[in-house]
């Protein structure tokens, strides 16, 4: 990366995903909507639609994606007020509402930071070269005697403005067509370590989540949704519901047959949470279960493990695996069983909606503005400029609130009621009605040869596809669900991936680091495992695996590359302090993946001490690339560590007769605080493309800890959750 | 009628006696700070102070509440508010969620027991999840608060 990039307008406006130069200006007016549309007096410059300067010197710069735990209100701003040498502290954050000016708003699969890196960038310098510009042209000096320095500019003579003062002239000057990038080395808020801007309204609990949004008359309702998915009601009885105390209204919600639409069902409304709850608890209801009512997690795990122990759709074929087999010294196979997991964000899907006439406006906590507007223009058919999408505070999303048929329901319910309402879930009705992480059955092979080096590797799996949430009846995995099993960093001269069929009877959705999860389980235990078979070391042995310093072409703009990869297993391993001696019963064992274009290795220290486990440390490095909130990135590998242990030691959704069988956190557990373990994190220094944050330390930590379990016990587990082994 | 006294304030509302006080706080008096999780006392996120004890709003009914002085996050109690302090010093939330709960349990502990150890600190927040897994820097930040206290 270059420390200073020239970058005309034109690719700057299309680099947000505009049509357009001359889109800038519109981009200035329409910034806030009518309703919410702030003083004029008070709003004075907009050089484009990120940055807000007012003529008291207060900057308000609007964070377009959504904060969920992510940080990212404060790392997308803390950008531009470094571009901009803004003072921080005269900061404060507008949430963008759901609108596609402001490019993809889609806060996914951990690109806020490297989607929007540059056009942050570009947004701070362009706001900075115009104060520069009306600074330069009231003491009618050449601009370039200017420099902007923490809110001021400043004269080479010494005399100085603020940005304030600036604002009038600036507001009448032309948007520049090219910017100039400050050199990485001046960056002040870029790498280091910024508080969360909302920490305070966190811990006073002036902070509103999308639970917490009121309006005036606003009714409470809960829905009563078919146990098993896609199932509809034949009849009800409302009469007891009807009388409880708070309880207004029952009324139907359609199935809407789209990928985020509604489930449908009957929705209690009443005067608060509570009484809707117990309202809908007094329904009766006979439901018609439909085709998934055959669902039986248990016979299903079944049917894919037979289905990945016989020949699958090939989807990678190098040199000749079968020939690397029957040349083997000695031959390692395995099978692996991941059960459904479930986000159960703390804070359940919900929603408020507004209709009123033909227009709608929601406050919802989603992760997803723009899927959550168009969801509900289409259920309406009104004009997207008649629905307005409002992002609340998420308590946790981990890819569940990315899915809005939480929000269509509040709008249908708000039609209905012609008021505004709010949608809760209850935990249970998180837990049994999600986009659930898929189950998997993976079997693996491989050969070693007299010099214990890897000639063949053969990976089958079977999971039911995110795709077919998309395309019902999809039934074997996407070609994205298969690069992470066919793009392992390894050097292997034969390498067979194959896919198993797995039709969805239950909705697949995408949970923090998705496919990583178990690709990265199988394919890290399976190369312990052949450590193991080798009689070598497993940091050792994997080192020799990934094989020399080379960029790897996965089909992706960005390369992998091995030397990072090892960089970061071998930082972790010393961390650790790998290969000490360690008291009886403890075992250190080691993970590392590549996943959202970042580098990942955790070294995991257990202790199984009469057959009950402990993780006691946790030694993450990350190589992300540039940094633009060491504490975030920090706090995230933290996160990470303890999501990672959760699925690890519990997290298991079961599925019987078409129902889910956990209904809250007491069958459906979480890793609490007197199990967390002690998370060391380091981060790479690097100024290389900024990469993926948010999801990347999940996937290591379940193969590091049953790796190191092994080394504990010499117990080899190949299927999760580890509490089924009764050693949690 | 019921008439609760919530940080010092008294509010008389009209709610069933056996509606959970979590409810009630929320959807009655309006006070969003104390969070629903679970509703059924597992997770800590609805963590009131009940005459300075700890207890889950999700599963006590409001009519167990009357004559008590209620705690909550907005509320007012010196322990808290250094432990705010030391959230804020050390970043402790991620998303936020859980934290309102995670203060009371802490302030509880802090009320009756002035130099908490690790053991300590695990028992007394044993009850209260946090998805996003910040149990490290709360640990942290309740240290850190002794610290301080015991500094000045
Ligand atoms: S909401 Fe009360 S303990 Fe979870
Ligand atoms: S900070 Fe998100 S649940 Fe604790």
Redesign the pocket.
């Known amino acids: 990366m270059s420390s200073i990039k020239n970058i005309s307008r034109r690719s700057f406006v299309r680099s947000i995903g505009l049509a357009s130069g001359g889109l800038i200006l519109a981009c200035n007016t329409s910034i806030f909507t009518d309703k919410e549309k702030a003083p004029e007096n008070l709003i004075d410059f907009n050089p484009n639609l990120f940055v807000q300067l007012n003529s008291d010197g207060s900057l308000i710069l609007v964070a377009s994606r959504s904060e969920m735990?992510n940080g990212v209100r404060t790392s997308l701003p803390s950008i531009i007020a470094d571009e901009m040498e803004a003072d921080w502290s005269r900061v404060s954050i507008k949430q963008a509402t759901g609108d596609k000016k402001y490019g993809d708003q889609n806060t996914d699969g951990s690109r806020s930071i490297r989607y929007l890196y540059t056009t942050m960038r570009q947004m701070g310098a362009t706001a900075k070269a115009m104060l520069i510009s009306a600074a330069a042209q009231k003491w009618e000096v050449p601009a370039d005697e200017c420099i902007a320095e923490k809110h001021f500019i400043i004269h080479s003579s010494g005399k100085k403005i603020s940005f304030g003062d600036l604002v009038e002239i600036a507001k009448t000057l032309e948007i520049p067509t090219e910017v100039t990038l400050k050199d990485p080395e001046k960056f002040k808020y870029i790498g280091k370590h910024l508080k969360s801007i909302d920490v305070e309204k966190y811990v006073n609990g002036s902070a509103i989540f999308g639970l917490d949004k009121r309006l005036p008359n606003m009714k409470f309702a809960a829905i009563a949704r078919c146990p098993v998915t896609f199932g509809t009601f034949k009849s009800y009885d409302k009469s007891e519901a009807l009388k409880i105390a708070g309880v207004i209204d029952v009324i139907e919600i359609p199935r809407i047959e789209r990928p985020f639409g509604a489930l449908g069902g009957i929705a209690v409304v009443a005067t608060n949470t509570w009484a809707a709850f117990k309202g809908r608890d007094a329904l009766k209801i006979d439901w018609d279960y439909g085709s998934n009512k055959s669902y039986d997690s248990a016979e299903y795990m079944k049917q894919i493990t037979a289905n990945v122990h016989k020949p699958g759709k090939v989807s990678k074929d190098k040199g000749n695996v079968n020939k690397a087999f029957k040349n083997a010294k000695k031959i390692v196979e395995s099978t692996f069983q991941l059960p459904h997991l479930s986000h159960a964000p703390?804070e359940v899907p919900n929603a408020v909606a507004w209709v009123q006439g033909e227009t709608c406006e929601v406050w919802a906590p989603t992760q997803q503005p723009q899927a959550s507007r168009k969801e509900v223009v289409e259920y309406l058919g009104v004009p997207e400029e008649n629905v307005t999408v409002n992002v609340t505070f998420l308590?946790?999303g981990f890819g569940r609130k990315s899915k809005p048929d939480y929000v269509v329901e509040a709008v249908a319910v708000s039609r209905t009621m012609n008021g505004p309402v709010q949608v809760v879930w209850s935990r249970e009705d998180d837990i049994k009605h999600g986009y659930y992480h898929t189950v998997s059955a993976q079997y693996m092979k491989a050969s070693l040869d007299k010099n214990n080096k890897v000639t063949g590797w053969l990976h089958r799996f079977a999971l039911p596809t995110i795709t077919s949430t998309f395309s019902p009846g999809a039934d074997y995995a996407a070609g994205w669900e298969i690069g992470s099993a066919s793009n392992i960093p390894f050097t292997l001269e034969n390498m067979k991936v194959e896919v198993g069929q797995a039709p969805a009877l239950i909705r697949i959705g995408w949970l923090r680091s998705v496919i990583n999860i178990p690709h990265g389980f199988s394919v890290n235990v399976f190369a312990d495992e052949l450590a193991n078979a080798a009689n070598e070391d497993p940091l050792e042995f994997r080192l020799k695996l990934i094989g020399e310093d080379r960029l790897e072409d996965t089909k992706n703009p960005i390369k992998y590359d091995t030397a990072r990869l090892k960089n970061v297993l071998k930082k972790a391993a010393k961390n650790a302090n790998w290969g000490a001696n360690l008291p009886e019963g403890h075992g250190l064992g080691l993970a590392v993946q590549y996943s959202f274009f970042s580098y990942v290795a955790s070294v995991v220290e257990v202790s199984v001490i009469n057959n009950k486990l402990t993780v006691h440390n946790v030694y993450t490095v990350i190589d992300c690339g540039t940094v633009i909130n060491k504490d975030t990135v920090k706090a995230q590998m933290e996160g990470s560590a303890i999501f990672g242990m959760s699925l690890a030691m519990y997290g298991k959704i079961t599925a019987k007769d078409g129902a889910i069988e956990q209904g809250n956190y007491s069958d459906y557990q979480m890793t609490r605080m007197h199990q967390a373990p002690k998370v060391h994190v380091e981060i790479v220094d690097s100024i290389e493309n900024p990469t993926g944050v948010g999801e990347p330390g999940v996937p290591v930590i379940a193969p590091a800890i049953v790796n190191a379990i092994y080394k504990a016990t010499g117990k080899r587990y190949h299927n999760l959750p580890l509490s089924d082994y009764g050693i949690v | 009628m019921i008439t609760l006294q919530i940080n010092g304030e008294k509010h008389t509302i009209d709610a069933d006696p056996t509606m959970p006080l979590l409810w009630a706080i929320r959807d009655i008096v309006g006070l969003t700070g104390t969070k629903y999780g679970c509703g059924e006392g597992v997770c800590g996120s609805c963590k009131v102070l009940l005459d300075n004890s700890p207890v889950q709003s999700c599963v006590i009914p409001v009519s167990a509440a009357k004559g008590k002085n209620i705690t909550t996050v907005e509320g007012e109690n010196k322990n808290l508010q250094l432990l705010q302090e030391s959230w804020v010093e050390l970043n402790v939330?991620?998303?936020?969620?859980?934290?309102p709960g995670?203060l009371i349990a802490a302030t509880a502990l802090l009320d009756k027991n002035e130099k908490p150890t690790d053991k300590d600190i695990d028992e007394a927040m044993i009850g209260n999840i946090?998805?996003?897994g910040?149990y490290q820097r709360i640990k942290n930040a309740i240290h850190r608060t002794v610290e301080l206290k015991n500094q000045n």
């Open positions: 735990g703390m308590g946790g | 939330p991620q998303c936020g969620f859980c934290q995670q946090c998805r996003c910040t």
